[in-house]
Antibody
Framework: EVQLVESGGEVIHPGGSLRVSCAAS????????MSWVRQTPGKGLEWVSV???????YYADSVRGRFTISRDDSKNTLYLQMNSLRVEDTAVYYC??????????????????WGQGTLVTVSS | DIQMTQSPSSVSASVGDRVTITCRAS??????LNWYQQRPGKAPKLLIF???TLHSGVPARFSGGGSGTDFTLTISSLQPEDFATYYC??????????FGQGTKLEIK
């Protein structure tokens, strides 16, 4: 059974830094594409970042240059380092596996495994 | 960025009713459209991928349709556990996948 367990969310002041983690079991992170997706009451669900199995990373414009996604293969854990935090970064942060269905001439990507989320609150 | 617009934003229905939710993309996305269900306090759960393929374990009362820019999610006979918020999500523009704003399905 696949389990993704996030941790590290807390209340942090604007301009501060925080690292959230996602411990995986039943799934090897280095064999998969892993994402961070966040949810706010105002903007809804928003993709934040992805790390491919080969280690290539991508970021949403709203976090590029401030957030860094990484993984520790020895611990099978995904991280999101968040710097220069802003009030608008307040959200529940989910880690999620990007799965694929191969239909022959292409693939359909989707998020099929999600953690329970960790709440990051940026407030003075 | 591809914008996804769902309608309605909320809908009230009764157990046994048939409900359809619509999702429109700001440009053509082929069949690269997924649907998720989210219950309060829980993570989203994948229901449908590729616009119309049910994910493993999803009841057959759920169905998806459409292609290009217009898509639908239909629940043929609502069950109590179906009252939740539903999101569409495009998987066309790698890696910037965007969600609709959600449709809250409430008990009438």
């Amino acid at each position: 059974e696949v389990q993704l367990v996030e941790s590290g969310g807390e209340v942090i002041h604007p301009g501060g830094s925080l690292r959230v983690s996602c411990a995986a079991s039943g799934l090897t992170l280095s064999d998969n594409f892993m994402s961070w997706v966040r949810q706010t009451p105002g903007k809804g669900l928003e993709w934040v970042s992805v790390i491919y199995s080969a280690g290539v990373t991508y970021y949403a414009d709203s976090v590029r240059g401030r957030f860094t996604i990484s993984r520790d293969d020895s611990k099978n854990t995904l991280y999101l380092q968040m710097n220069s935090l802003r009030v608008e970064d307040t959200a529940v942060y989910y880690c999620a596996r990007l799965g694929f269905h191969d239909y022959g001439s292409g693939k359909y990507p989707f998020w099929d495994y999600w953690g329970q989320g960790t709440l990051v609150t940026v407030s003075s | 960025d591809i914008q996804m617009t769902q309608s309605p934003s909320s809908v009230s229905a009764s157990v046994g009713d048939r409900v359809t939710i619509t999702c429109r993309a700001s440009q053509s996305i082929g069949n690269d459209l997924n649907w998720y269900q989210q219950r309060p306090g829980k993570a989203p759960k994948l229901l449908i991928f590729g616009a119309s393929t049910l994910h493993s374990g999803v009841p057959a009362r759920f169905s998806g349709g459409g292609s290009g820019t217009d898509f639908t999610l239909t629940i043929s006979s609502l069950q109590p556990e179906d009252f939740a918020t539903y999101y569409c999500q495009q998987s066309y523009s790698t890696p910037l996948y965007t969600f609709g704003q959600g449709t809250k399905l409430e008990i009438k």
